[in-house]
Every structure is written in C-alpha cells, then in structure tokens.
T-cell receptor, first 116, second 113 residues
Framework: DTGVSQNPRHKITKRGQNVTFRCDPI?????LYWYRQTLGQGPEFLTY????????KSRLLSDRFSAERPKGSFSTLEIQRTEQGDSAMYLC??????????????FGPGTRLLVL | GENVEQHPSTLSVQEGDSAVIKCTYS??????FPWYKQELGKGPQLIID?????GEKKDQRIAVTLNKTAKHFSLHITETQPEDSAVYFC????????????FGAGTRLFVKA
C-alpha cells in the first residue's frame, strides 16, 4: 500500500496522560500536514512540514501539542497532559510540490483519540 | 480569518437524481479548490479539484463549477448511486503557495435506493 498510513488507528487514554501518533506519508512527498477533525466538522489545520522544517502552526496548536518530522519522512504528533476536549480524529496528509503544479493533499485514515 | 461555508449540511436524494453542494469562500487569494469524499471510519479522499483559471471541470458523473468573482463553487453529482452516500467536503487554498487548506463543514449525502 503506497498511501498515507497512520498509527495507531484508535487510542483511548485517561485525562492527563501523554499520547503520540505517527504518520508515514507517501514516499517522496515533501510536505506533511496534520489536521484535527471533530464530529460533524471538516478537518481543521494544525501544522505542516516541508521536509523536516515545521513552517506553519495553527492557533489551535496549544503548548501541549508538539509535532516533529526529524528526517523529513515520517512525522509524530504528541499531545501532553491530554484533556477531554482533545478527543477527535487526527488526520495526516501529504503532498508533493512541483513547480507550477497544483498541490493535492492525500489523507491517511486518521487516528481516533478518546480521552476519558 | 479565512473560512469556507458549505450548504446544505444534509442532502437526501433518490437514486438516479442529481445532487448539488454549494460552497463560498472568503479568502480572495484562494486559487485551488479540491473536493473530498469521506466514508465512515476513513480519511477524506480527493474526488475532483479545480483551479481558479478554470470555470468548470467534469469527470464522468461529477462536475465542479467555480465563480471566482462571487467566490462560489459547487459540486454536481449526476445519476447518483447508493455508493455515493458519504460526507463531502469542499476546501479552498492558495494552492502551491504552501498555505493551509480551509475545509467546509461537510455535507452528508444520502442516496436512497
């Protein structure tokens, strides 16, 4: 399967615990995006990377959230001291930038987080 | 800030009928408009997209139209089938500029057999 993959697919945790999610983009895609999606809403942008550089972060990304893409391939999203309001689907997408071409983002299946 | 409004939130049609979903965007610099289909438990999948230098694009039963002056764009699905039932999201971005994509809230489409 050459699509975007995410692990785990589901995570249940207790309030106050830390969680980490992983995203493996389509190989050779230089951009990687994280989104959060709550029930009945569209994906909301959190942050994105071009290669290993984190270029933009949303105001939604509080200090408890951190994302990395150390080698410009896979990425991790960590949430520290989880709160019930963090319960959502966390989506990863990747894209490749080609000069003069549209940038289409391809999404993974998401990680569904439930904070009890 | 930038936002994308999407209507209706729910749409129910009979198999074989057409379905139309409409979106408006606020960022006049947006120049790329993808549409995604999301099935239960899965991530959004791109179904069609349009760039701002084109007014209409068609791919089999799916077509998109764009009115850049009015900042409106629409998705048209003809000859709907039960497998078209899903949540559809419109989105707007500045394309290759590296800016984030703004999504609408989604339209849940039911196609009744």
């Amino acid at each position: 399967d050459t699509g975007v993959s995410q692990n785990p697919r589901h995570k249940i945790t207790k309030r106050g615990q830390n969680v980490t999610f992983r995203c493996d983009p389509i190989s050779e895609h230089n951009r990687l995006y994280w989104y959060r999606q709550t029930l009945g809403q569209g994906p909301e942008f959190l942050t994105y990377f071009q290669n290993e550089a984190q270029l933009e972060k949303s105001r939604l990304l509080s200090d408890r959230f951190s994302a990395e893409r150390p080698k410009g391939s896979f990425s991790t999203l960590e949430i520290q001291r989880t709160e019930q309001g963090d319960s959502a689907m966390y989506l990863c997408a990747s894209s490749i930038t080609l000069r003069g071409q549209k940038e289409t983002q391809y999404f993974g299946p998401g990680t569904r987080l439930l904070v009890l | 800030g930038e936002n994308v409004e999407q209507h209706p939130s729910t749409l129910s049609v009979q198999e074989g009928d057409s379905a139309v979903i409409k979106c408006t965007y606020s960022d006049s610099a947006s120049n790329y408009f993808p549409w995604y289909k999301q099935e239960l438990g899965k991530g959004p999948q791109l179904i069609i997209d349009i760039r701002s230098n084109v007014g209409e694009k068609k791919d089999q039963r799916i077509a998109v139209t764009l009115n850049k002056t009015a900042k409106h764009f629409s998705l048209h699905i003809t000859e709907t089938q039960p497998e078209d039932s899903a949540v559809y999201f419109c989105a707007a971005s500045r394309g290759t500029g590296g800016f984030k994509t703004i999504f609408g809230a989604g339209t849940r489409l039911f196609v009744k057999a």
